[in-house]
């Protein structure tokens, strides 16, 4: 692991016991990248859960998977953030446990249905979505990858931040970023070019490219 992945990392518990002592999977709900996501019950309780189940193959990848925990795993108390329940390091393997969001990504929502939403639908959404970034931006985490994908629904109205692969926690002594990430479409001018140190308004131009793709159905220039 460099020094900026060791700088980057959030620190938490995890499990290295076996897993499915406490879950068993009920079925695979989607597949992706290093990661395969499952629904799940908790023996203990019954609880129906998600379960990420990633085979990082290599030390950046395990870093990022872990970044993304620590956020989340930070932010849990928050409505408006996905959030993670525990996890587990069993195997060489890390095993990701989330609240179940059983509409999946709003994406799909919004490509089949985008003309059919009201305004008063975009104004939930928009104010869930701010309740999230706010939180995280009162905590100096900048997400990075705001977008419809990377919002999650539930069939009782939930609206949830996810995907913080991409997110960062800035410090006293580095309140400023310059990496290039997030997704182009949605990027902020600034992460594009390069060439200037950025802060959590990068979150704020990719909020307003999503408040486009939410009324339009797609982001401009896509």
């Given at each position: 692991?460099?020094e ?21 999977i ?9 990661a ?14 998600a379960l990420?189940?990633?085979?990082p ?29 525990e ?17 999946g ?10 003309k059919?939403l ?9 104010f869930?979505v ?24 539930s ?5 949830k931040?996810?995907d913080f ?16 990430v997030?997704?182009i479409c ?22 307003g ?14």
């Open positions: 692991m460099d900026k992945a060791a700088e980057d990392r959030i620190h938490f518990d995890l499990k290295n016991e076996d897993p499915s002592l406490h879950y068993d009920i079925s695979r709900i989607g597949v992706g990248g290093f395969r996501v499952f629904k799940v019950k908790r023996k203990a309780d019954g609880k129906v859960c990420k189940f990633c085979e193959k290599t030390p950046d990848m395990r870093t990022t998977i872990m970044n993304e925990v620590g956020i989340m795993m930070l932010c849990k108390e928050n409505e408006a953030i996905l959030r993670c329940i996890c587990y390091d069993f195997k060489s393997r890390l095993w990701v446990f989330l609240e179940m969001m059983d509409g990504a709003l994406t799909s929502m919004i490509e089949e249905t985008h059919q009201t305004e008063d639908f975009h104004k939930y959404v928009s869930k701010l309740s999230g970034l706010k939180y995280l931006h009162n905590k100096n985490i900048l997400h990075r990858d705001i977008k419809s994908d990377n919002i999650l629904i069939s009782a109205g939930d609206v931040l996810a692969g991409y997110a960062t926690q800035l410090t006293l002594q580095k309140n400023q970023r310059d990496s290039k997030g997704t949605w990027m902020a001018p600034e992460i594009i070019i390069g060439k200037a140190k950025y802060d959590n308004k990068v979150d704020v131009w990719s909020f490219i999503f408040l486009v793709e939410l009324v339009k159905g797609e982001p401009p220039y896509i």
